[in-house]
């Protein structure tokens, strides 16, 4: 895939290959940055460009800065201005993009160090992957997921994706696609970048948010269109292991994984090892949501022209 013209950083818009970070700085050396991933969904109807829920990701954005106690905080009204100047800068249209949005300390010197802040935005093409279309395999990982009194998930700090990393090489090192992490307590905690729902006996449930995972913007999206069109309101609460198996139907969801169905978890399957029809159906609903094509949830749909 062909790399983007422009990329934003501090708010101007730069040559791609300018986008650059000291080496000497805390978001080099400590992982000291927080981020966004977020979607543009391209309506090819419209000839517009949606971004989604991005007030919600960009809260969690101000959130995440404030959690690191960062000098100063990139606030949702410029980065959202930043991003749609970046988009329409590249002239962005036909496909849909992976947006990332990173507020790092540029500031040299310690773990403790607070700023100065840098600002980097940057979008990319990406279609629809392989995987969310044709489903995946799982593995529940040998790795735990890190409490949140050691480094919270609900932060979307850089230095936490560690974790998920040795979960994903290990899975693939392994023979799998993705990997699942149970927490400290030893229930079903998220995958590695992505939350997960089962479904049983008819019943979505994914696990509450004070299992270690982060409060995920497609997950709760998901869990308004379950309630909206099946009229029953899924179960937030602690998930065992053995329950995975146990169920009909399992799926991850988040802005990369869209909504993708888990085929089988320990080469054990997941009801019949075929994609699941309630997986399926909300997938085709996630799918034309995104893209502005509900007229019920046009205020999760950010436009980008026009
Ligand atoms: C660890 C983790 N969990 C869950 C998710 C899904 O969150 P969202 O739906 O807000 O993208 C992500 C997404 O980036 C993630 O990194």
């Keep these: 895939m062909s790399l983007p013209k ?9 040559e791609w290959e300018n986008a650059k970070v000291h080496v000497a ?3 080099f050396k400590f992982g000291t940055a927080v981020f966004e991933g977020l979607r543009g969904y391209w309506n090819s109807d419209e000839e517009q460009m949606y971004l989604f829920r991005m007030e919600e990701h960009m809260q969690r954005f101000e959130f995440s800065q404030r959690f690191m106690r960062f000098s100063d905080i990139y606030e949702a009204e410029t ?13 962005f249209k036909g496909e849909n993009l992976h947006i990332m949005t990173t507020s ?6 310690g773990p403790g160090v607070c700023g100065p802040i840098g600002l980097s935005i940057t979008a990319q093409e990406r279609p629809r992957s392989d995987r969310v279309l044709g489903g995946v395999t799982a593995q529940v990982s040998s790795w735990m997921r890190v409490p949140d009194n050691a480094m919270p998930m609900r932060v979307k700090c850089n230095a936490n994706y560690n974790n998920g990393r040795l979960a994903t090489v290990q899975a693939e090192a392994d ?4 990997a699942i992490f149970l927490n400290s307590r030893g229930k079903v905690s998220e995958g590695p970048g992505m939350c997960l729902f089962i479904i049983r006996d008819g019943i979505p449930m994914t696990p509450s948010i004070s299992n270690d995972i982060l409060e995920s913007v497609t997950r709760d999206s998901v869990l308004k269109l379950i309630e909206d069109i099946y009229g029953i309101k899924p179960i937030e609460r602690d998930i065992d292991r053995s329950e ?18 888990i085929l089988s978890i320990d080469r054990i399957n997941i009801g019949t090892g075929q994609i699941g029809k309630t ?5 085709d609903i996630f799918f034309a949501t995104s893209e502005g094509r509900k007229k019920e949830y046009m205020s999760w749909c950010h436009p980008v022209y026009g």
């Design 79 to 91: 980065v959202t201005q930043k991003t749609i100047e970046l988009i329409q800068a590249n002239k």
């Design 104 to 109: 790092y300390v540029s500031g040299m010197g």
């Design 6 to 14: 422009y990329a934003s950083i501090d708010g101007e818009i730069i």
């Design 279 to 283: 997986t399926k159906e909300l997938q």
């Design 25 to 27: 700085s805390a978001a």
């Design 175 to 178: 023979g799998y696609d993705t």
């Design 244 to 261: 995975l198996v146990a169920a009909d139907e399992a799926f991850f969801c988040g802005t990369a994984w869209e909504i993708t169905p």
